[in-house]
């Protein structure tokens, strides 16, 4: 079956700006988690949705935003774009919420360089 | 707070031969599992293996060997007969076990594989 995938792969913003990343979860998943890799910070996690409804959340401004949709789709939008918002961000899909850890698998990702 | 913590920014290896990664982590939680993820250039993060708290036995996935030693809080992941295509970042993670649900991945700051031939 087809994996987690990311839309678009690369994108290139100014500050300021916005922008909309999207992650479809494997058929069947209805957990998404986020997180933000970057050289300095690492991986560091954004946040979770499970049927629609914010689970958990990381320790980002309120720039960073998600939500999720009843076909478990999820896209994540931040405002006001920084400098350092530059980063791949990676998506993962679960059958559930808090769930076996083999089940849990990332997408390639979406690399966002803002200038 | 939960942290992991992974000493070697970049290892060398042969072709052929073991190769161990170090991971050390804090926590005050009974409860959690440890994680080891493959991040090659590609960007897409693999899972390799998973050890539970209060699992008795170290994990082994195929090639793939994750040594715990609960008291010492580490989780060193083992690799056996390295090849080529192994060659990539490591990252070891931790997530807390409470209730019947998990909360989100920790990671380390990665360790880079590199396997000579």
């Known amino acids: 079956k087809a994996g987690v995938t990311q839309t678009p792969r690369y994108l290139i913003k100014t500050r300021g700006q916005q922008v909309t990343l999207s992650c479809s979860p494997i058929?069947?998943?209805?957990?998404v988690s986020w997180y933000q890799q970057t050289p300095g910070q690492g991986l560091q996690f954004l946040f979770e949705?499970?049927?629609?409804?914010?689970?958990n959340k990381g320790n980002f401004p309120g720039r960073f935003s998600g939500r999720q949709f009843s076909n478990s789709r999820s896209e994540m939008n931040v405002s006001t774009l920084e400098l350092g918002d530059s980063a791949l961000y990676l998506c993962a899909s679960s059958r559930q919420a808090g769930t076996d850890p083999h089940e849990q698998y990332f997408g390639p990702g979406t690399r966002l360089t803002v200038t | 707070a939960q942290k992991i913590t992974q000493t070697q920014p970049g290892m060398f290896v042969q072709e052929k031969e073991a190769v161990t990664l170090d991971c050390t982590y804090d926590?005050?939680?009974?409860?959690?599992?440890l994680f080891w993820y493959k991040q090659p250039s590609s960007g897409e993060m693999i899972f390799l293996i998973y050890q539970g708290s209060y699992d008795q036995q170290n994990a082994t996935e195929g090639r793939y060997s994750l040594n715990f030693q609960k008291a010492r809080k580490s989780a060193n992941l083992v690799i056996s007969a390295s090849q080529l295509g192994d060659s990539a970042m490591y990252f070891c993670a931790m997530r807390r076990n409470y209730g019947g649900s998990q909360g989100n991945l920790i990671f380390g700051k990665g360790t880079k594989l590199s396997v000579k031939p």
């Open positions: 949705y499970f049927s629609e409804t914010q689970r």
């Open positions: 926590t005050s939680d009974p409860s959690y599992g």
């Open positions: 058929s069947g998943h209805r957990s």
